[in-house]
T-cell receptor
């Protein structure tokens, strides 16, 4: 069964360092998303991506965040200068259709710990 | 701003019981998702609804657009159903998630 894969599963980094989280969405999907979940809190939307550009982003997704689809398969989330409060589980998701029309498929998540 | 309220926050039941988890939201939506988050953190999409009712195995999801309310039901619950169940709505602000309902099914 096709699945969304994320790497790394866990990353520990020092405050101020750059982090790149990688996702391989399901191959025929067109819409890609990043979400985050701070420990003990609810899942929060970060950004959606379609046709090689950001289609929506939340207030959380400020200038220190960026997304990219560098090739035909990977979808990356970059955090330029990590802060302690960036520690969270980051989930990638993809869908064949817009999230209002199609089912979302989530990766297993990348746990980021900023020290 | 969309708000999503789930109830109960925590639910412990015995194996075999019929489970209902509720989700209410404040504004118009185009779709509602029910998600299951495993103890390890992974998230699985269970249903995507825009109207009516859907059934998959022992899981049933309903939505009432006029009342801005959705329910997730689990029939013949089993310990492997133990997880956090999350309601998420698609509105003008994108996807908004509820805090989740932590379900424990005891053998």
């Amino acid at each position: 069964e096709p699945e969304v894969t994320q790497t790394p599963s866990h990353q520990v980094t020092q405050m101020g360092q750059e982090v790149i989280l990688r996702c391989v969405p399901i191959s025929n999907h067109l819409y890609f998303y990043w979400y985050r979940q701070i420990l003990g809190q609810k899942v929060e939307f970060l950004v959606s991506f379609y046709n090689n550009e950001i289609s929506e982003k939340s207030e959380i997704f400020d200038d220190q965040f960026s997304v990219e689809r560098p090739d035909g398969s990977n979808f990356t989330l970059k955090i330029r200068s990590t802060k302690l409060e960036d520690s969270a589980m980051y989930f990638c998701a993809s869908s064949e259709l817009r999230v209002s029309s199609g089912e979302l498929f989530f990766g297993e998540g990348s746990r980021l710990t900023v020290l | 701003k969309n708000e999503v309220e789930q109830s109960p926050q925590n639910l412990t039941a015995q194996e075999g019981e019929f489970i209902t988890i509720n989700c209410s939201y404040s504004v118009g939506i185009s779709a509602l998702h029910w998600l299951q988050q495993h103890p390890g953190g992974g998230i699985v999409s269970l249903f995507m609804l825009s109207s009516g009712k859907k059934k998959h195995g022992r899981l049933i999801a309903t939505i009432n657009i006029q009342e801005k309310h959705s329910s997730l039901h689990i029939t013949a619950s089993h310990p492997r159903d133990s997880a956090v169940y999350i309601c998420a709505i698609r509105g003008a602000d994108g996807l908004t998630f509820g805090k989740g309902t932590h379900l424990i099914i005891q053998p």
